[in-house]
């Protein structure tokens, strides 16, 4: 995929599994399928939430679409969430309606005489997935659903293989990719970025009643950190904690290895920062706390200033139409502003974390 020569099969064999970056001994990295195939020098991770099958072989360079998950393959929750579902055919802030005027932009006008947005859709759950009736679900879908109605079209969905993603763009088959797509210097070259709208990263995790307040304090011998068996969590370790006691457990269809800590098998793990709300309100007994790069994170959400290894997620446009991107900008602008956009997540990562 990209300009990257890893071979990298994508499996979610668990409902929540960290690093979707795999070790690649060829290259000495960490590669994954949406960075483009980047030499990345620094260990970034993202939760991979799914549940009982190969979601495709979305290798790099591979050069045919993927296969969606088979209906059965992401269970969610039947039970409601306790996370509330932002509306997607809400009021539209006038900042959004006049920024997205088709005055301003070809790409708008195309897509208001077709009548339909064409949305480029990549398998990665909780932003984009099948659901147990083989309906396209999750953050991403609902963000299309959001634009379109903002647009006043319809959505054409079609997922694709992230290597095939931006050629999607550049053949004009996509108007616009929704995929939890990272920025990348290779991308950038033949895709247009919209402002991010996810900034991502980790968080080092203990018991709330623990000694542990900072990542300072846990870069010693006597703090023994686990990971997920098979992921990037032991590159980041080894930067940030070198000094503690390393080990790596099956995650076994947990996002977080808690049952160590709860045990005191181990004093700090780590996951996906935007899984704090969720984790925390989960685990509590004993109950968990997070630790950020300015210590113990006491604010209801992480704030970019906590983040552990963090990268920016934003949508792929084509280039050259300034007033298309303008109003995707102006439309992150406003669900972040709004905390939709967080809130949709968290929504996703509780609804198929059963």
């Known amino acids: 995929m990209g ?3 890893c071979q990298v099969r994508a499996l979610a064999a668990i409902v929540a599994r960290l690093s979707v970056y795999v070790y690649n001994p060829r290259r000495g990295v960490a590669c994954d399928e949406r960075d483009g195939g980047i030499d990345m020098r620094r260990i970034k991770a993202l939760p991979l939430l799914a549940a009982g099958v190969l979601l495709g072989t979305a290798g790099c360079g591979s050069s045919s679409p993927a296969k969606p998950p088979t209906a059965a393959s992401i269970p969610t929750k039947t039970a409601d969430t306790k996370f509330p579902r932002p509306p ?3 009021p539209v802030a006038a900042a959004v309606q006049s920024a997205c005027s088709p005055d301003h932009s070809a790409t708008i006008k195309q ?3 077709r009548g339909t947005l064409q949305w480029a859709l990549g398998i990665s759950p909780p932003f984009g997935f099948k659901d147990a009736q083989g309906h396209y679900a999750g953050v991403e879908v609902d963000n299309a659903a959001e634009l379109t109605h903002i647009l006043g079209v319809k959505v054409q969905l079609r997922d694709y293989d992230y290597g095939l993603l931006p050629p999607a763009i550049t053949s004009g088959k996509a108007d616009i990719i929704g995929a ?6 290779v991308r950038a070259k033949v895709i247009d970025f919209s402002a991010p709208y996810y900034v991502s990263g980790q968080l080092f995790y203990v018991l709330k009643s623990s000694k542990w307040q900072t990542v300072a304090q846990l870069n010693t011998p006597s703090d023994h950190f686990v990971f997920g068996t098979g ?9 940030l904690i070198p000094r503690a006691k390393r080990s790596d457990a099956p995650l076994r269809g947990q996002a977080l290895l808690y049952d160590f800590l709860a ?14 709300r969720p984790l925390l309100s989960k685990y509590t007994n004993p109950p968990l706390a997070a630790i950020g790069k300015n210590g113990r994170v006491t604010t209801l959400r992480p704030t970019d200033a906590d983040l552990i290894a963090p990268f920016d997620v934003a949508f792929g446009l084509p280039k050259g139409d300034a007033g298309w991107k303008a109003c995707v900008d102006a439309w992150v602008g406003d669900m972040k502003a709004t905390t939709s956009i967080q809130k949709r997540i968290e929504y996703w990562l509780d609804r198929i974390s059963a």
């Open 180 to 185: 939890q797509l990272f920025i990348t210097p």
């Open 263 to 276: 045990t005191k098998r181990a004093d700090s793990s780590m996951t996906e920062a935007q899984l704090m």
């Open 231 to 239: 992921n990037a969590q032991e590159g980041v370790a080894k930067e």
């Open 111 to 113: 897509i208001k005489a």
């Open 88 to 90: 997607v055919n809400g």
């Open 3 to 5: 300009d990257g020569p």
